[in-house]
């Protein structure tokens, strides 16, 4: 079975099916969170390279574990496993519900979250590779990643590297030395709600939160533990 990984529900699912699975990372982290067993690393080459490596590896099922924000991968596993014939199931975590207290602005992209973005003072969380939408914005930015981002970048610019988990505490204590007005995140989604998003509450600052891109038409479950027991049911042919 190939897991298409690069989220922490990938890596738990892989730690489930010890010697059933490779694992499939893009690539994009200097020094990733490997997961336990077999993985690859790279991109397979769209669609096409995608069926060519399914049939050279005899692969008799996919789980795309991959990020909601990962559509464009998502997409290619939908048209891949179609066309080699196999079982695919998509794992998406539950998004984010807003709670009493919050201000939250949703939003449909991130171009969007660009121009109307309020505040002088934001604290990006939305990852490295979508910094350069911001770029032409006057605002300081806080921008938090696990590797640096490249350019474009907006003008006013502050880079921490880091890598979660974070705590609440921390979160509330950054938002104040940055003295930030507004947090912009993606509707990542998970376990439970972020710290970043609990801080923002505690602190009486607007979110903006960008809507995941569409989902994908195919079965899908959104917890790890139901991906382990369609395997185990034998859906993915294993
Ligand atoms: P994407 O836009 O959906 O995919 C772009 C291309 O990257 C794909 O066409 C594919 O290249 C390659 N790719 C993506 N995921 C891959 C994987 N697991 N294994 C092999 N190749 C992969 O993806 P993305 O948003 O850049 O995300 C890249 C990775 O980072 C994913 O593993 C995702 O789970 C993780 N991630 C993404 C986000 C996010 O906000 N987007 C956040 C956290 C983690 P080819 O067409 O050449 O096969």
New binding site residues.
């Given amino acids: 079975m190939l897991i ?4 922490g529900e ?1 890596r738990r699912l892989a730690a489930e099916l010890p010697g059933l699975v490779v694992s ?5 982290v200097a020094e990733p969170r490997l997961p336990e067993g077999a993985v690859r690393v ?5 669609v096409d ?2 069926v060519e490596w399914l049939r050279g590896n005899g692969i008799t099922a996919v789980v795309d574990a ?2 909601p ?6 997409a ?1 596993a939908v048209e891949a496993t179609a066309r080699v014939g196999i079982p695919l199931l998509v794992l998406r975590r539950p998004g984010w519900a807003p709670e009493p207290g919050d201000d939250w602005r949703w939003v449909g992209s991130l171009e969007e979250a660009a121009a109307g973005l309020p505040g002088g003072r934001v604290f990006l969380t ?2 490295r ?1 979508d910094v350069g939408v911001f770029a032409g914005c006057p605002q300081f930015f806080l921008v938090r990643s696990v590797d640096p981002p490249e350019p474009p970048l907006p003008q006013r610019l502050h880079v921490l590297l880091d890598r979660g988990p974070f705590t609440v505490d921390g979160e509330v204590g950054l938002m104040r030395e940055y003295r930030i007005d507004v947090l912009v995140t ?1 509707d ?1 989604g998970g376990g439970q709600t972020a710290a970043k998003l609990v801080a923002a509450r505690s602190l009486g600052l607007p979110v903006v939160v960008v809507r995941r891109p569409p989902a994908p038409a195919a079965e899908t479950v959104d917890s790890v533990a139901a991906a382990v027991a369609w395997v185990r049911r034998g859906s993915g042919g294993a």
Avoid: D, E, Y
């Avoid at 298409?4 to 989220?7: H, Q, S, V, W």
């Avoid at 924000?69 to 998502?74: D, G, P």
């Fill in positions: 298409l990984g690069g989220t990938a499939s990372l893009a690539g994009r790279g991109g397979f080459g769209g390279g995608l991959t990020h924000f990962a559509a464009r991968i998502t290619n939305t990852g590779q993606k990542s």
